[in-house]
């Protein structure tokens, strides 16, 4: 992870308290990492504040921005906005392997007692992909009406029309137990 040395903390030498740092992401920093990105045209802002204690951090990252997503819905590209937070524990250990395997929670991670730095590029990737939904459909207009491609949206409902009329016969006895 040389490419990411901007995101190493160097926390040996910080005073106990609250520490503030400021990363603006772009879409560069998505390629230093395996995974593919479905998304693009990133333009994030990660304010991070870092509260120093004797044997842990707490951390807090708040995510906002812009990313350019694919609508589930009518398959166009439109401008996502993101706003999140996340609170990350790290804490100070002398076998941060036999702890990481042996805790569930995800909220809390584990370093050597001797490091010096802290690289919180990892947490950014994923916090960032934490903050895109599951679920990316677009925004309603002003007047209320779907922000969705307007011929896409009048296919989908001559396919759902076309499906109601073809409803097999069988399956209509079912509704009766759909409030059961």
Same mark, same amino acid.
């Given at each position: 992870?040389?490419?990411?040395?901007?995101?190493?903390?160097? $926390?040996?030498? +910080?005073?106990?308290?609250?520490?503030?740092?400021?990363?603006?992401?772009? #879409?560069?920093?998505?390629?230093?990492?395996?995974?593919?990105?479905?998304?693009?045209?990133? &333009?994030?802002?990660?304010?991070?504040?870092?509260?120093?204690?004797?044997?842990?951090?707490?951390?807090? $990252?708040?995510? *906002?921005?812009?990313?350019?997503?694919?609508?589930?819905?009518? *398959?166009?590209?439109?401008?996502?906005?993101?706003?999140? #937070?996340?609170?990350?524990?790290?804490?100070? =250990?002398?076998?941060?392997?036999?702890?990481?395997?042996?805790?569930?929670?995800?909220? =809390?991670?584990?370093? +050597?007692?001797?490091?010096?730095? +802290?690289?919180?590029?990892?947490?950014?990737?994923?916090?960032?992909?934490?903050?895109?939904?599951?679920?990316?459909?677009?925004? #309603?207009?002003?007047?209320?009406?779907? *922000?969705?491609?307007?011929? &896409?949206?009048?296919?989908?409902?001559?396919?759902?029309?076309?499906?109601?009329?073809?409803?097999?016969?069988?399956?209509? *006895?079912?509704?009766? $137990?759909?409030?059961?």
């Amino acid at each position: 992870m040389k490419p990411l040395r901007e995101f190493d903390i160097a $926390f040996v030498g +910080l005073n106990p308290g609250v520490h503030s740092f400021q990363y603006a992401i772009g #879409d560069s920093f998505f390629d230093n990492f395996e995974e593919p990105k479905d998304f693009s045209n990133c &333009a994030v802002t990660v304010n991070l504040l870092l509260d120093k204690k004797s044997n842990f951090f707490l951390l807090k $990252f708040e995510i *906002g921005g812009k990313v350019t997503v694919t609508c589930d819905r009518c *398959g166009e590209p439109f401008e996502m906005q993101l706003w999140d #937070d996340f609170n990350q524990v790290v804490k100070l =250990v002398e076998h941060p392997e036999q702890l990481a395997n042996d805790e569930e929670d995800p909220e =809390v991670s584990y370093i +050597l007692k001797t490091e010096s730095h +802290l690289n919180v590029a990892e947490y950014i990737y994923e916090f960032i992909h934490l903050s895109i939904p599951m679920q990316r459909i677009h925004p #309603d207009n002003a007047d209320g009406k779907s *922000g969705c491609n307007p011929k &896409a949206i009048e296919m989908l409902e001559q396919m759902n029309q076309q499906a109601k009329e073809n409803d097999n016969p069988i399956w209509k *006895g079912l509704d009766k $137990f759909k409030d059961n």
